[in-house]
């Protein structure tokens, strides 16, 4: 209980000026690093990472203010080394006109596990025949798939769509015809390139 006359001093909340002033001064005066700009070399590396098509050093350079191809070529330099001390599971190789993100080859069976191989997906000979098809022949529509086939090819396409090795594309001289062609999932699981890479007739025949 207070008793009369004594005078009982009053408690304020702390604010931020009275952390500010309990911390020491080092701390006070660090630089806010998550506020500045990030390095060159980590927005390169972030572009990378981003996936999609080969980055090419003409587009860096176009997204990238102030960047040049030779220190382009320079940091993907820089950051493969990083990798190689870290032990990291990827590099940045060169792939057609640009660069890209790879796993290393020993671990690539974790990358087939994501991306599902055949045995994953459990492809039926059906599917596997009307993938041909479509590889071969593409841009292919429906109609001439069942044909080829001689049955209705619906369900199997929808299975090939959602598995992500076939996409729906728009027909060449009418943009209303829906056709189908494989995707660059396609190429990875088969270990393509290309499409010019797929086997041809005469090379199947001299197996």
Partial sequence: MQKK?????????????????ALPQ?????????????PIEKVVEAMFFVGGQPLT???????LRGLDLKEFVVIIGGLNRKYKLENRPYRIQPKGNGYEMTILPKYRIIADKLYGMLKEARLSPQALDT?????YKQPVCRQEIDTLRG??????????????????QR????????TYGTTKKFLELFRLKSLE????????EEL
């Fill in 197 to 204: 890479d797929l086997p041809r007739h005469q090379e199947m």
């Fill in 171 to 178: 027909g060449q001289s009418d943009a209303r015809e829906i």
């Fill in 151 to 168: 049955n209705d090819t619906a369900a199997i396409i929808r299975q090939l769509v959602r598995l992500g090795l076939i996409s729906v």
């Fill in 26 to 38: 080092e701390v006070v005066n660090a630089p806010d690093f998550e506020n500045q700009p990030p």
């Fill in 5 to 21: 006359g004594m005078n009982v001093p009053k408690v304020s909340e702390p604010n931020a000026d009275d952390f500010a002033r």
């Fill in 131 to 135: 993938l041909a098809l479509v590889a």
């Fill in 57 to 63: 050093s003409q587009r860096a350079c176009e997204i």
